[in-house]
T-cell receptor
């Protein structure tokens, strides 16, 4: 069975600062990993996904994530936070190439301070 | 339509009543998923439809929960004899096929009082 742990239910950064949202996964088979973002009053949107190609994955809005098998991690980063990045971020794992039965973490709410 | 549409967006119901939640998928999307998100929790998988195949119901928490979908059309999630612990956001998501990006609706907020 797969599981996802997101460290920190709330993260607060200043505008222009580095964003680092942590995700660790557990999977008995090679995983497929996803980051989703949920802006206030909107549905979840896919930010990026890892499907066993390059370990550094670039997504939308300047976000990227690096798959580290030795650390079972898939942390999400952005060099410089923008006010519009304030949202809730979810890490998810699947053992399939697509999105069947994605297992989600509990989410991390990002606050960006001016 | 342009996106996944869910209705109602908000529903307050009395304990013991039945509720029905609706999901209109993006046209042509064969895969459809229902998830539940309780306050402060991650998304829990409920059920998955793929075309005309038998649905994967492994995530339904009890026999009070059921869902239907005919072909690639609308899906309804029904909760019978609602309980307070059923209060959550119910999210529908659809994908062109199981290996494609899934798109989420905005969810139906259910409050059982």
């Amino acid at each position: 069975a797969q599981s996802v742990t997101q460290l920190g239910s709330h993260v607060s950064v200043s505008e222009g600062a580095l964003v680092l949202l942590r995700c660790n996964y557990s999977s008995s088979v090679p995983p497929y990993l996803f980051w989703y973002v949920q802006y206030p009053n909107q549905g979840l949107q896919l930010l990026l996904k890892y499907t066993s190609a390059a370990t550094l994955v670039k997504g939308i809005n300047g976000f990227e994530a690096e798959f580290k098998k030795s650390e079972t991690s898939f942390h999400l980063t952005k060099p410089s936070a923008h006010m519009s990045d304030a949202a809730e971020y979810f890490c998810a794992v699947s053992t399939q190439g697509g999105s069947e039965k994605l297992v989600f973490g509990k989410g991390t709410k990002l606050t960006v301070n001016p | 339509g342009a996106g996944v549409s869910q209705s109602p967006s908000n529903k307050v119901t009395e304990k013991g009543k039945d509720v029905e939640l609706r999901c209109d998928p993006i046209s042509g999307h064969t895969a459809l998923y229902w998830y539940r998100q309780r306050l402060g929790q991650g998304l829990e998988f409920l059920i998955y439809f793929q075309g005309n195949s038998a649905p994967d119901k492994s995530g339904l928490p009890s026999d009070r929960f059921s869902a239907e979908r005919t072909g690639e059309s609308v899906s309804t999630l029904t909760i019978q004899r609602t309980q307070q612990e059923d209060s959550a956001v119910y999210l529908c998501a659809t994908a062109l096929d199981p290996r494609s990006t899934i798109y989420f609706g905005e969810g139906s907020w259910l409050t059982v009082v």
